[in-house]
């Protein structure tokens, strides 16, 4: 079955569930927090009963960290994490876990009045009161390093720096989302300079953060607030035929795969909805498909790869390796673990232990693949990074970074 049909009637698709366990054998959570019930009596097994209004288990849904894993290996097609989220929603917030989720509604107006006092932002952020501040009022553990604000936003780099090709081969729209936009700016503009040299125009359409933080904060009007502002948006360009790309994956799969849950399109239209948001991979085989040729030069002795959950869940794990590949000849993947931090879930307090449980067999894999000889890490997911960098002191790259500049080994 086709993932947008399933989606049309996400509901349903727990009864397609046979039994079968596997969802719970991959699930990180399970593995370190034994009073997690796993995806299977989470998912299809408890649908049954909230159907007729009883609520078997409470609150325990909210540990799970919608790395999507059960889904991706469900032979099934069981929309396990749809039943899990709509539990979420439905459990009652305290008022500390209400000011965290008006945080992630705001993150946008939060980056922008960072980006714009950056130097002063970042010296506060590191500061013990602050963050106990932090973790009293929102509930964001005091431990977990945030990440550091750009000086001023992406958004206001293009405006003022970007001049478009005279005759483009290729135009796309570029989804920065607020990682690019708030902190990581440099990747951006790494994705302008690939995109000048294969003679590609870039448009950046009006956008906020895609809603992952508001969705796994338990609140389900902001989050379909979210959807249906980028609705409209998104759809007046794909059904042109162009396309939407990005560089976060875990951002393109919600805006591709997540928000299909929400919008108001049938059939066709849902199937073009779906294949019109890409990642930055599938833009490199449209590229190729069009005739503009790849430049991409081999010019690191080994590259460390740590496979995020989303890509695996996008079907993205192959063609990352196949890009890494034309960088190095020596590329290992570890592809065994979740690195635990699920973009806001760890830096919640109370999934914070859990978080790093489930992230200390990578760190170790990280360690070891490094004591048998130097390499640079890599990986596609902004909060893996963050993770990895955070647990091992390592430096760690998007592969967009290592194709655009000349990393130091
Ligand atoms: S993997 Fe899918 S089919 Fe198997 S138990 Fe889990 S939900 Fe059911
Ligand atoms: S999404 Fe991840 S954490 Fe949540 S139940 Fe599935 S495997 Fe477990």
Same mark, same amino acid.
């Given at each position: 079955?086709?993932?947008?049909? +399933?989606?049309?009637?996400?509901?349903?698709?727990?009864?397609?569930?046979?039994?079968?366990?596997?969802?719970?054998?991959?699930?990180?959570?399970?593995?370190?927090?034994?009073?997690?019930?796993? *995806?299977?009596?989470?998912?299809?097994?408890?649908?049954?009963?909230?159907?007729?209004?009883?609520?078997?288990?409470?609150?325990?849904?909210?540990?799970?960290?919608?790395?999507?894993?059960?889904?991706?290996?469900?032979?099934?097609?069981?929309?396990?994490?749809?039943? /899990?989220?709509?539990?979420?929603?439905?459990?009652?917030?305290?008022?500390?876990?209400? $000011?965290?989720?008006?945080?992630?509604?705001?993150?946008?107006?939060?980056?922008?009045?960072?980006?714009?006092?950056?130097?002063?932002?970042?010296?506060?952020?590191? +500061?013990? =009161?602050?963050?106990?501040?932090?973790?009293?009022?929102?509930? /964001?553990?005091?431990?977990?390093?945030?990440?550091?604000?750009?000086?001023?936003?992406?958004?206001?780099?293009?405006?003022?720096?970007?001049?478009?090709?005279?005759?483009?081969? =290729? #135009?796309?729209?570029?989804?920065?989302?607020?990682? !690019?936009?708030?902190?990581?700016?440099?990747?951006?503009?790494?994705?302008?300079?690939?995109?000048?040299?294969?003679?590609?125009?870039?448009?950046?359409?009006?956008?906020?953060?895609?809603? !992952?933080? /508001?969705?796994?904060?338990?609140?389900?009007?902001?989050?379909?607030?979210?959807?249906?502002?980028?609705?409209?948006?998104?759809?007046?360009?794909?059904?042109?035929?162009?396309? !939407?790309?990005?560089?976060?994956?875990?951002?393109?799969?919600?805006?591709?795969?997540?928000?299909?849950?929400?919008?108001?399109?049938?059939?066709?239209?849902?199937?073009?909805?779906?294949?019109?948001? /890409?990642?930055?991979?599938?833009?490199?085989?449209?590229?190729?498909?069009?005739?503009?040729?790849?430049?991409?030069?081999?010019?690191?002795?080994? +590259?460390?790869?740590?496979? *995020?959950?989303?890509?695996?869940?996008? #079907?993205?794990?192959?063609?990352?390796?196949? $890009? +890494?590949?034309?960088? #190095?000849?020596?590329?290992?993947?570890?592809?065994?673990?979740?690195?635990?931090?699920?973009?806001?879930?760890?830096?919640?307090?109370?999934?914070?232990?859990?978080?790093?449980?489930?992230?200390?067999?990578?760190?170790?894999?990280?360690?070891?693949?490094?004591?048998?000889?130097?390499?640079?890490?890599?990986?596609?997911?902004?909060?893996?990074? =963050?993770?990895?960098?955070?647990? #091992?002191?390592?430096?760690?790259?998007?592969? $967009?970074?290592? =194709?655009?500049?000349?990393?130091?080994?």
């Amino acid at each position: 079955m086709k993932i947008t049909e +399933l989606i049309d009637n996400p509901q349903v698709s727990f009864d397609y569930c046979i039994k079968c366990t596997i969802c719970n054998t991959v699930c990180p959570v399970s593995s370190v927090f034994p009073y997690f019930p796993g *995806p299977k009596y989470l998912g299809p097994d408890s649908e049954r009963y909230r159907l007729q209004n009883r609520f078997p288990v409470e609150d325990v849904s909210a540990f799970c960290m919608n790395c999507k894993r059960c889904e991706e290996i469900c032979p099934s097609d069981v929309q396990i994490t749809h039943f /899990i989220e709509e539990d979420k929603y439905r459990q009652k917030k305290t008022i500390r876990k209400k $000011l965290r989720s008006l945080f992630f509604i705001y993150i946008d107006l939060v980056g922008k009045l960072a980006t714009s006092v950056s130097i002063l932002t970042n010296v506060v952020l590191k +500061l013990g =009161m602050v963050r106990l501040v932090m973790e009293w009022f929102l509930a /964001i553990e005091k431990k977990r390093r945030l990440p550091e604000y750009n000086s001023g936003t992406f958004i206001s780099y293009f405006r003022k720096n970007y001049r478009p090709p005279e005759r483009p081969a =290729m #135009t796309i729209h570029f989804f920065h989302g607020c990682n !690019i936009n708030y902190n990581q700016k440099l990747l951006g503009v790494d994705f302008l300079k690939f995109c000048h040299r294969h003679n590609i125009e870039v448009k950046i359409p009006p956008q906020k953060c895609c809603g !992952i933080p /508001i969705a796994s904060a338990g609140d389900a009007t902001a989050y379909r607030k979210r959807v249906d502002y980028h609705f409209p948006i998104f759809w007046d360009i794909l059904r042109k035929g162009d396309i !939407i790309t990005g560089v976060s994956s875990s951002c393109i799969m919600a805006l591709n795969t997540d928000y299909l849950r929400h919008i108001p399109l049938e059939g066709e239209s849902k199937e073009q909805y779906h294949k019109g948001i /890409i990642y930055f991979n599938d833009l490199l085989e449209k590229m190729e498909r069009k005739g503009i040729p790849l430049k991409i030069e081999k010019k690191y002795k080994r +590259l460390i790869y740590h496979v *995020p959950c989303h890509v695996k869940y996008s #079907t993205q794990q192959a063609k990352t390796i196949a $890009l +890494l590949r034309r960088l #190095t000849d020596n590329l290992v993947i570890m592809d065994e673990h979740c690195c635990g931090i699920a973009g806001s879930y760890g830096m919640k307090k109370e999934n914070y232990s859990i978080s790093q449980s489930v992230g200390s067999l990578l760190f170790q894999q990280i360690s070891s693949h490094l004591r048998e000889e130097e390499g640079i890490l890599v990986s596609d997911c902004e909060t893996c990074r =963050m993770q990895i960098a955070e647990n #091992t002191r390592k430096k760690i790259y998007h592969p $967009l970074e290592l =194709m655009e500049n000349n990393i130091p080994e």
